[in-house]
T-cell receptor, first 111, second 111 residues
Framework: ELKVEQNPLFLSMQEGKNYTIYCNYS?????LYWYRQDPGKSLESLFV?????AVKQEGRLMASLDTKARLSTLHITAAVHDLSATYFC???????????FGKGTLLTVNP | EPEVTQTPSHQVTQMGQEVILRCVPI?????FYWYRQILGQKVEFLVS????????KSEIFDDQFSVERPDGSNFTLKIRSTKLEDSAMYFC?????????FGSGTQLSVL
């Protein structure tokens, strides 16, 4: 059974600081996704990581994938309040969008 | 940008009643999905659907659940006899070759 572990589950940051969210998964997988969810809203796709060493950046967020370590990271640079949300990683074993999600990281960025 | 639309946004029902959750996937997408998220928990895969039949389903998707594409645009999830534990946010999704698009969700409350 594929397991996806995220940590931390709760993260409170000051604006301007940097931090990293970690996502470990238990078996080899084809794709890894990062999603953002605002309270009561849907899941917004942030990144799709397809291969070992993949790195993608969008604004203050950067995601990377190490398939050998079965680890993905989501790095936040110089956090701003607008980044406050829950961030999920999700793994797709068979490239069929049957995603296994982590529990999510609730990020709060304080002024 | 095209989007997946879901109706209703909120549904309240009595235990034992049947509910139908409706979704309109993005028009040129071929694969459709239902996921659910119990309050405060991770997102879970329910079922995938392609070419008018179920491709894959999870253990959650038991005989109380069914999916249908009754016409060329709608995709529905039916729960025949709702239980308290069915209370959750239900997300419909559809795919392009590279990305999974989620709808805004239907919050189902079973009383």
């Amino acid at each position: 059974e594929l397991k996806v572990e995220q940590n931390p589950l709760f993260l409170s940051m000051q604006e301007g600081k940097n931090y990293t969210i970690y996502c470990n998964y238990s078996t080899t997988s084809d794709r890894l996704y990062w999603y953002r969810q605002d309270p009561g809203k849907s899941l917004e796709s942030l990144f799709v990581l397809l291969s070992n060493g993949a790195v993608k950046q969008e604004g203050r967020l950067m995601a990377s994938l190490d398939t050998k370590a079965r680890l993905s990271t989501l790095h936040i640079t110089a956090a701003v309040h607008d980044l406050s949300a829950t961030y999920f990683c999700a793994v797709d074993r068979g490239s069929n969008y049957k995603l296994t999600f982590g529990k999510g990281t609730l990020l709060t960025v304080n002024p | 940008e095209p989007e997946v639309t879901q109706t209703p946004s909120h549904q309240v029902t009595q235990m034992g009643q049947e509910v139908i959750l409706r979704c309109v996937p993005i028009s040129n997408h071929l694969y459709f999905y239902w996921y659910r998220q119990i309050l405060g928990q991770k997102v879970e895969f329910l079922v995938s659907f392609y070419n008018n039949e179920i491709s894959e389903k999870s253990e959650i998707f038991d005989d109380q659940f069914s999916v249908e594409r009754p016409d060329g645009s709608n995709f529905t999830l039916k729960i025949r006899s709702t239980k308290l534990e069915d209370s959750a946010m239900y997300f419909c999704a559809s795919t392009s070759p590279e990305k999974l698009f989620f709808g805004s969700g239907t919050q189902l409350s079973v009383l």
